[in-house]
């Protein structure tokens, strides 16, 4: 998995695995029309390959999440 939550990180918001980067702000910035290449130069510690591959986790799961956890992401 590429994407972890771990209660002594960041109080247990998802972030990219190994790094302490908020999954909602990769989404935000891609939101905001940001390229993988420039998150990647914000964020130069977590590969291209690991954003397309939390990006494809994101759409892997998506479909089986409930109303509620759907709702969350709407924020």
């Given amino acids: 998995s590429y994407i972890t939550s771990n ?6 918001t998802l972030v990219v695995a190994g790094t302490r980067v908020p999954i909602d702000t990769i989404l935000h910035r891609l939101r905001e029309g940001h390229t993988l290449d420039e998150i990647h130069n914000m964020y130069s510690h977590v590969s291209i390959d690991t954003l397309k ?7 892997q ?13 709407q924020t």
């Fill in 7 to 12: 209660p002594k990180i960041l109080g247990g």
């Fill in 53 to 59: 591959k939390v990006i494809d986790e994101i759409s």
């Fill in 61 to 73: 799961k998506l479909p089986s999440m409930t109303s509620d956890d759907k709702t969350l992401l």
